[in-house]
């Protein structure tokens, strides 16, 4: 059983900046940020896969404003989040899929929560 614990949420302002962080307790050949808001379906964020330079892909939404990193070495993932918006208000869950041949998400993280006052 993969553990993944995320921390770095908290309350800041629009136009503030926040970087979230997952540590897994092990190895991944995908790790990914998801976000579920009061009333509203988990929607994906960005994500990160493990092979060569570490592909990434993000959500349109999070494109030019958020930053997906990682290091394999020490199993943890970084969401580098700037210009935040109150829209971005949600709990943020860091996600990993195990093998190469997995098409779900199979670890899931407990959530840190982010809060954007306007």
């Known amino acids: 059983q993969m553990q993944l614990v995320e921390s770095g949420g908290g309350l800041v302002q629009a136009g503030d900046s926040l970087r979230l962080s997952c540590a897994a307790s092990?190895?991944?050949?995908?790790m990914g940020w998801f976000r579920q808001a009061p009333g509203k379906e988990r929607e994906f964020v960005a994500a990160?896969?493990?092979?060569?330079?570490?592909?990434?892909s993000y959500a349109n939404f999070a494109k030019g404003r958020f930053t997906i990193s990682g290091d394999n070495a020490n199993k943890t993932i970084y969401l580098q989040m700037n210009m935040l918006k109150p829209e971005d208000t949600a709990t943020y869950y860091c996600?990993?899929?195990?093998?190469?041949?997995?098409?779900?998400?199979?670890?899931w993280g407990q959530g840190t929560q982010v809060t954007v006052s306007s």
């Open positions: 092990g190895r991944a050949y995908n």
């Open positions: 996600a990993a899929k195990s093998a190469i041949y997995k098409t779900e998400y199979d670890y």
């Open positions: 990160i896969t493990w092979t060569g330079w570490g592909y990434t």
